[in-house]
């Protein structure tokens, strides 16, 4: 019997130790290199202003005639003009998910949805033994961030709610991000976000992390609704 319990406890002392305890500082650089690759790959072209450059790539791109890796090279070197100059593109940042809906929490076909993206090769490899339901549980509930937590040195990131008259922002749009759910190890990770721009625009992703030397590196994005 001692012989039992003995064994019993050496195994849960290994399992409490082999979780790695992230430290909040390294959690809130984690969401930093998040919205950076959130806002370079998907949504900085909003950052761009209407000029006869973007409107010609745009319409020879639709007419056929230019390829979609010019029309993408354009647009990469049109981003790396705009990062250099002033004033800073405009993103707001909020900790409720669903603003365009009358809401406390996620819906339950969202938290199902999000449930169903979770399955796959990552968590297969990376996540194995945990719980999905714990998983989907941190995923569906926000980060509790401050707009000044967040750092990405070419936008300025602002509180949503700063006015009234801008509901969807005053700038680009705005995010939420979930709570991070790491893997033992603690070098994976995975979050939800949500990006709105109106009440018919935006979109929400579960997005699969992997830690890098330097950053905390987008490995994939998984759709979970968009308007």
């Not at 945990?130 to 549980?137: C, F, N, P």
């Not at 980060?143 to 750092?151: I, Q, S, T, V």
């Not at 709570?179 to 070098?187: E, G, P």
Request: net charge negative; with cysteine.
């Amino acid at each position: 019997m001692k012989m039992r319990i003995s064994v019993l406890l050496i195994f849960f002392f290994f399992a409490c130790e082999s979780r790695r305890e992230v430290a909040i500082d390294e959690k809130v650089k984690l969401y930093g290199d998040v919205l950076d690759q959130l806002i370079t790959e998907h949504f900085y072209q909003l950052c761009l202003p209407p000029n006869e450059v973007t409107d010609s790539a745009r319409s020879d791109f639709f007419n056929n005639k230019i390829t979609e890796e010019k029309f993408l090279r354009i647009g990469d070197s049109l981003k790396r003009i705009r990062k250099n100059a002033l004033p800073r593109c405009v993103v707001d940042y909020t900790n409720e998910f669903q603003i365009f809906r009358d809401v406390d929490e996620l819906p339950a076909d969202i938290i199902a949805t999000i449930n169903e993206r979770l399955k796959g090769d990552f968590i297969d490899e990376h996540f194995k033994g945990e719980a999905m339901s714990t998983v989907t549980d941190s995923l569906s509930k926000p980060a509790e961030l401050r707009a000044a937590d967040l750092a990405v040195g070419y936008m300025e990131i602002v509180p949503r709610g700063a006015r009234k008259d801008k509901p969807y922002g005053e700038g680009i749009g705005v995010f939420a991000l979930s709570r991070v759910y790491f893997n033992s190890q603690a070098d994976r990770a995975i979050l939800y976000y949500e990006f709105t721009c109106g009440p018919k625009c935006g979109l929400g992703d579960v997005v699969f992390l992997e830690k890098t030397i330097n950053m905390w590196a987008v490995i994939e994005y998984k759709r979970v609704w968009e308007l």
